[in-house]
């Protein structure tokens, strides 16, 4: 690599060498071509955004900027202390497809209203995350209201058909069958 090197700048020297201004126009034919490129990449790469931020089926715009707006957006709904913009942080969360169970057990144990509560029990029926959000909801079946245990129930049945029944039949005994995926 370094042999390269010597081979370009002795080139260099041997144009520069025959006229007086040869450094300066290879510069600027660089500068100029760096340039054209630059402007058109930009170009393309511009309409190319400006087409999907307007029809609104490309990916690449709301990469940019729309997972950091919406997070921000929601982690100061659900930190208010309105209860409906912490509901609405809630559904939030369910359009932006960051569902966490562990962080809706948490929010469940620190909400007191009826209808927030029932509204995280639903929320849990939608995780990808089968296994913990099942678990989840049986856990919570024992001591929540009869309001939210039907809201469990729905959950539940949303998740796994299996889990359901499995839950359901041993309702009274207070546990849930484990199922080998």
């Not at 609104?56 to 409906?84: C, I, K, N, W």
């Not at 913990?132 to 079946?141: E, K, N, R, T």
Request: hydrophobic share 40%; charged share 25%.
């Amino acid at each position: 690599m370094l042999e390269k090197t010597f081979d370009i700048n002795s080139i260099i020297q041997r144009l520069t060498a025959r006229t007086r201004h040869a450094k300066a126009v290879i510069s600027l034919a660089c500068v100029v071509v760096i340039g054209a490129s630059g402007f058109g990449l930009g170009l393309v790469g511009g309409r190319a955004l400006m087409k999907d931020f307007l029809t609104g089926g490309g990916r690449l715009v709301p990469l940019l900027y729309r997972p950091s707006f919406q997070h921000l957006t929601t982690a100061a709904m659900l930190g208010s202390a309105d209860e409906l913009q912490r509901l609405a942080g809630y559904y939030a969360l369910l359009e932006g497809d960051s569902i966490d169970i562990d962080f809706l057990k948490e929010r469940y144990g620190m909400e007191r209203s009826i209808v927030t509560r029932r509204t995280i029990v639903w929320l849990m029926g939608f995780s990808r995350d089968v296994r913990p959000a099942v678990d989840a909801c049986a856990g919570l079946y024992e001591s929540a209201p009869p309001g939210i245990r039907e809201e469990i129930l729905r959950s539940i049945k949303r998740l796994d058909q299996v889990s359901y029944r499995d839950f359901m039949e041993n309702l009274g005994k207070g546990a849930l069958r484990q199922r080998r995926p």
